[in-house]
């Protein structure tokens, strides 16, 4: 049904089986001693689309969210941390696999892995004593779960075709406003919160049935909120009415947007929203962050109220990916601007680190997904990408690589895209379209330039620095985009050709 990956299973099996035993973790209170503790549980809680301003923690006045707001008290927060697309599927692949999306061909919402049976996340630390669990959204089709037993309801029930296209360069007119700003109002009932109050019951009752001393789980909550359609009950709305400021957009700023841009604004039908109709979303998107905030809480408690097992618990926050909000003119995610590549992450366990930290230098998911192994003491396969950022973690001054790169090569666009992140300056690659329409570049000094209004690649003065941030993206990523463009192009317009029948129930989805 899918190509299989060169990597082989058994060989990495036998590596990991050595790291069983776990590995020692450092004790903090003493920098010459070292102690063998049980190994913790890990929780990771990952939201869908939470732009990483949108947090008390992260600087915002106007939001509610003392969840999240607590666990950076008693946690590490991180600044400058990237998904690694802008898209759900391929984001939460690629954090599976432990690899970039090129890696592993998770093009788009329609990609699968490879192989069925590929070294993911949750097997690598099963090989290592822990049980791994998953609660929620994870985007994988019905027929897989790469090492995690589904908890709380079955909510991964998609039907890959491995099926997408680009659209021509010439597409950046639109007939009508998207359907979904006509979903922008106060409910009980929206998709979203239906979904997740049904995980956070999930995750509620798989905690209350843990026993102190039993085998170390691994459990992955996956809520889809603050995701639209933005519909959440009335008071969070009223929180937030009239208080929200709209998005400031220079004159003349949307004619220079990079092509593909242009594309993907006609493509999702958002161009000329209404600016009542702008300030309501914003809103909306605020009370449903408030609304996931509290849910969490939940989930957080719940596990409070067994300390024996909560002291011995990692926790961490995340999100798949942010949400533009009308920033830039765009909206949901897709692109590279910092409200969709950029988002939230919380790491605490007092345990052994002292809440109230942040660490500021560049960072992605594939570095999590390492550290989440590394705190497991588990063993990583060797074509992992990524770095464990335990050291950084234990000590802040310890030098940081302060480097990301995400990649986008979905729908809804000319041709795909790569961005990185190291410093102050941001880069962007706009992979060739065709002959007539050669690449694009992004270049942005986000220390002087947090809005990313001006783009600095055109200036004679920046050559060197693009050309040394190419060299180096291409490098992270092992090959050529304009060449990964051309193979995605293949792969998406082939599909997987599967044999199995979509079985009743299962879905298909190529525009989340």
């Not at 998953?134 to 037993?149: I, V």
């Not at 408030?290 to 409070?304: F, H, T, Y």
């Not at 690589?401 to 990185?420: C, F, L, P, Q, R």
Request: hydrophobic share 35%.
């Amino acid at each position: 049904m899918h190509k299989t990956l060169t990597i082989s299973r058994r060989d990495f099996l036998g590596a990991a089986a050595a790291s069983v035993c776990g590995l020692a973790l450092p004790n903090i209170s003493s920098a010459a001693t070292v102690k063998r503790r049980p190994k913790p549980n890990i929780l990771w809680i990952m939201s869908d689309e939470h732009n990483h301003s949108v947090a008390g923690c992260y600087g915002n006045r106007l939001i509610q969210t003392p969840n999240m707001d607590a666990l950076a008290r008693n946690g590490i927060t991180f600044d400058g941390h990237y998904c690694n697309s802008p898209l759900c599927t391929p984001s939460r692949l690629s954090l599976t696999a432990g690899k970039y999306v090129s890696h592993v061909d998770a093009w788009g919402l329609t990609s699968d892995l490879p192989d069925p049976n590929i070294a993911s996340l949750p097997r690598v630390l099963n090989a290592a004593g822990y049980k791994s669990f998953l609660c929620g959204k994870q985007h994988y089709d019905y027929s897989r779960r790469y090492g995690f037993t589904e908890v709380g309801g079955d909510f991964n029930n998609w039907y890959q075709t491995g099926l997408g296209r680009r659209r021509p360069p010439t597409d950046i007119q639109q007939e009508r406003l998207s359907p979904r700003f006509q979903t922008f109002h106060s409910g009980n009932h929206g998709s979203t919160v239906e979904h997740d109050r049904r995980v956070t019951a999930g995750a509620v009752e798989f905690l209350s049935e843990q026993a102190a001393g039993d085998q170390p789980f691994f459990l992955f909550v996956g809520y889809l909120s603050p995701h639209f359609p933005l519909i959440v009950p009335d008071k969070y709305w009223r929180r937030y009415e009239g208080k929200v400021e709209m998005p400031i957009i220079p004159e003349g700023f949307l004619e220079g947007l990079p092509l593909n841009y242009k594309v993907q604004r006609a493509a999702f039908a958002e161009i000329g929203v209404p600016d009542e109709t702008v300030r309501r979303g914003r809103e909306l998107y605020y009370g449903l962050t408030n609304w996931a905030d509290d849910e969490i809480g939940k989930v957080l408690a719940a596990l409070r109220l067994r300390p024996d097992i909560a002291e011995n618990t990692v926790i961490i926050y995340s999100s798949d990916h942010g949400e533009n909000m009308g920033e830039h003119g765009m909206w949901w995610k897709n692109c590279m601007y910092e409200q969709s590549s950029r988002v939230p992450l919380i790491i605490s366990w007092p345990k052994r680190w002292k809440g109230g930290q942040r660490r500021r230098g560049a960072s992605s998911h594939v570095d999590l997904v390492q550290t989440v192994a590394d705190i497991a003491g588990a063993h990583t396969p060797d074509d992992w990408n990524g770095a464990s950022m335990t050291h950084w973690m234990d000590r802040g001054e310890t030098p940081w690589k302060d480097y990301a790169v995400s990649e986008y090569y979905a729908h809804n666009t000319a041709s795909g895209y790569v961005m990185s992140r190291s410093g102050d300056w941001k880069y962007v690659y706009h992979t060739v379209i065709d002959k007539d329409h050669l690449a694009e570049r992004e270049l942005y000094n986000l220390a002087e330039d947090s809005h990313e209004f001006t783009n600095l690649a055109g200036r004679a003065e920046h050559a060197a620095r693009l050309k040394t941030m190419h060299m180096r993206m291409v490098k992270e990523v092992g090959g050529d985009p304009d060449e990964t463009e051309q193979r995605s192009r293949t792969q998406l317009s082939r599909g997987y050709h599967r044999a199995d029948p979509r079985p009743k129930g299962a879905v298909t989805n190529e525009d989340a």
